[in-house]
């Protein structure tokens, strides 16, 4: 059954249970396809990527209403009501899908509140490079699983920076090392291409600088391509595997 995710943030577990490890995360508006019940929980996969695991059934519903808009802001905070003085502490984040239920001045109407209507554009909207919105994350906290502006992993960041600019990317590095073919030179490195070593990636911002979620600093973070391949090497014993270019950026 596809069923759609009604939390701002939703959490994929490994097991039926929320002291599982998290696998992955999954964001207001994306669909989840469910497999079988095991309590309250859903075994299923992401609609978008295909990656399995288990989702508390309290963050699903089913919504036949088309999602048309999504979310460009890190964040955007709700409103009861279409009036800055109605504004809540709740937010919805970076590349949630939502439909629009009504227009009133500066605010447009979603299933979980009112948002203000500059924090949303229609979901072929793309930015001129898929790394114009890499400064939303910077100095985002690392977060093994995540998936969000709050938190996320290396291969997310990849995906949904990409995901925004409607270029699929499978969820973890291994895949999406295997998913991008062509392979080039660290000397031709440019803008966008990714770099790979066993279970991390980053992305180069040009043939000097990358930008990756980087456990070991516990932070989305720039820096120069040379000294990252140095620092993993000296602290894992882990050589860079391959750099690879997405096609058609």
Partial sequence: MLLTV?????????KNNNKSEIVTQILLGENFITQSKFGKFYKGYKAYDK?????????????????????????????????????????????????ILDNKNNFIQTTVGWILKKNAKPLN???????????????TKYLWGGNSPEG???????????????????RDSKDQKKFFKKEIS???????????????VAIALNNKKLVHAFGARKKVV?????????????????????VKRIKNL
């Fill in 6 to 14: 009604k939390s701002p943030i939703a959490n994929i577990y490994k």
């Fill in 51 to 99: 990656y399995k695991g288990f989702i508390d059934a309290k963050d699903l519903h089913l919504d036949k209403r088309k999602k048309t808009y999504k979310i460009i802001s890190k964040n955007c905070n709700l409103y009861k009501k279409p009036n800055n003085k109605y504004k809540t502490n709740k937010k919805i984040f970076f590349n949630s899908k939502i439909s």
């Fill in 125 to 139: 909207f793309k930015t001129k490079h898929f790394l114009d919105n890499v400064k939303l994350y910077l100095n």
């Fill in 152 to 170: 996320l992993d290396c291969s997310a960041l990849v995906q949904e920076l990409l995901k925004f600019n409607n270029i699929y990317s499978p």
């Fill in 186 to 200: 660290l000397k031709k490195i440019k803008k966008g291409d990714l770099l790979f070593w066993k279970g991390h």
């Fill in 222 to 242: 720039m820096m120069g391509i040379k000294e990252t391949i140095k620092k993993i090497y000296s602290k894992s014993k882990l050589p860079l595997l391959c």
